[in-house]
């Protein structure tokens, strides 16, 4: 086997388990192997399943020998964040008081891997809830290029497991950019789909009209393949929507050439690295035959960054009703703040942000009706130090600062997909991220997958 099979593509991987040319248990136990050697200094797991990924991977090498396949996943090893429903293995969410909360079902999203033939090696690290801090009890994940440096949140174990080769992929969740900051602090392609296109059923929810289910995974082909499993309606989520599920893999090569991308210019506060992210996007963009028009964001755009907190701490309050505050000591004092905020917001407050959310939506939808694509900066501030970023501490206006790219996309549910795009001088990733109509992902990897083709951020990998 290849010294860095950890490191081969999803579909690389996938071809070679169908041609037989590896077998699912010998791919599985390499990468619990590495977990071993090197996530001790990463901290990316919660829990590692190892005899359970190991008989999965047995079972399914039997079926590849029979003659079937369950897909483009059938013995891929990938590992979900700890907020996932998985029977029989304990779901934290990252808290310390759900410790020994072992869930009798798996969530929709962890099944349909599972039906794919995917094998799940463990449940990965996040901060706690979901919301903007890690437990103080909780070592939190380091980032696997360079440990001084933010891993990202709330999807930090996704992001560094799947960076250092411990996963082909992972799944994540965004509720304020949280598939967003860990891809671009950890070089990945993630993507943020739909609100609604993917089922939350068996995922503990931070704020459920926020809160979308995503891949993490090393290309945006990649992404494509994983998305194609876990997207869909599902009856345990009335909230899901039934369209049709594409065959997103299948039409990454539609590539741009004839799109409208839209670059706004009222972008503020851009830093060299993450206007040289954008800078470098468009050229490759043009290349491969879009057109880039200066477009303007919309009213509100900063405000819904603004009123993000807000909202997600009224709908994190009633996710954390059953053991806040009634156990209020044993919660952290960053999702704490959160829940206090969100039960003492009134309901005029409420409903005003609640408008302002209804209005920032509309404007969105109007703007890219006049483009294909929209083009947009992860972060003003490209990379962040675990310094940098306590120093800027939880003042709203820093978190509101932090999150004016992102946020809004939440509010409104459009997909974005966060791809690689330069590297930092201290030798971390920096990313951007390209937004799309409303169920039309299939547009925003096919951008991805053709700026993967002539550049090779996307296949830099960690000095580990």
Not at 225 to 239: E, F, K, N, R, Y
Not at 351 to 356: N, S, T
């Amino acid at each position: 086997m290849p010294a860095d099979l950890h490191y081969l593509s999803l579909d690389e991987v996938a071809r070679r388990l169908k041609a037989r040319k590896l077998s699912s248990v010998e791919l599985t136990r390499s990468l619990l192997d590495r977990i071993d050697k090197v996530d001790p200094g990463l901290r990316s797991y919660a829990t590692v399943t190892a005899d359970r990924a190991l008989a999965d991977a047995a079972r399914l090498d039997e079926e590849t020998g029979a003659g079937t396949s369950r897909g483009p996943l059938h013995g891929v090893p990938i590992a979900v964040k700890d907020l996932c429903n998985t029977e029989g293995v304990p779901t934290a969410a990252g808290m310390a008081i759900h410790h020994d909360n072992v869930p009798s079902r798996d969530a929709t999203v962890v099944a349909r891997l599972k039906q794919a033939g995917a094998v799940v090696l463990g449940k990965l690290q996040m901060t706690e809830g979901a919301y903007g801090a890690h437990h103080p009890g909780i070592p939190a994940p380091l980032n696997p290029w360079n440990a001084a440096y933010w891993t990202g949140s709330s999807s930090s174990g996704s992001g560094a497991a799947t960076a250092a080769g411990l996963c082909f992929a992972s799944l994540g969740s965004d509720t304020g950019g949280s598939i967003r900051f860990p891809s671009t602090m950890n070089g990945l392609s993630g993507l943020k789909p739909t609100w609604g296109r993917v089922s939350r059923a068996g995922v503990f929810p931070l704020a459920e009209s926020l809160d979308h289910i995503g891949p993490m995974a090393r290309s945006a082909l990649d992404a494509a393949i994983v998305l194609g499993v876990i997207a869909g309606a599902d009856p345990d989520d009335p909230t899901s929507v039934g369209l049709p599920v594409p065959d997103y893999a299948a039409s990454v090569d539609q590539g741009v050439r004839g799109r409208r991308i839209g670059l706004p210019s009222d972008l503020h506060g851009l830093d060299e690295d993450s206007r040289r992210a954008l800078d470098g996007a468009v050229v490759v963009l043009q290349k491969a035959g879009a057109t880039i028009v200066d477009v303007k964001l919309p009213d509100g755009f900063d405000q819904g960054a603004r009123d993000w907190v807000p909202l997600c701490g009224v709908e994190a309050a009633l996710a954390h009703d059953a053991t806040y505050p009634s156990r209020a000591s044993e919660y952290g004092p960053v999702l704490s703040g959160l829940l206090d905020q969100g039960r003492h917001l009134s309901a005029v407050e409420f409903a005003r942000m609640q408008l302002r959310r209804a209005a920032l939506t509309g404007h969105l939808n109007r703007l890219l009706e006049s483009v294909d694509l929209l083009l947009m900066p992860v972060m003003a501030r490209a990379v962040w130090s675990t310094e940098a970023l306590l120093a800027a501490g939880r003042d709203p206006e820093a978190v509101a600062g932090r999150l004016r790219y992102t946020a809004p996309f939440d509010l409104s549910g459009h997909p974005t997909l966060t791809l690689p795009g330069g590297m930092s001088a201290d030798g971390v990733p920096v990313g951007f991220q390209i937004v799309a109509r409303g169920f039309e992902e299939g547009a925003i990897l096919a951008a991805g997958h053709a700026l993967q083709r002539e550049t090779d951020w996307h296949l830099r990998r960690p000095p580990l």
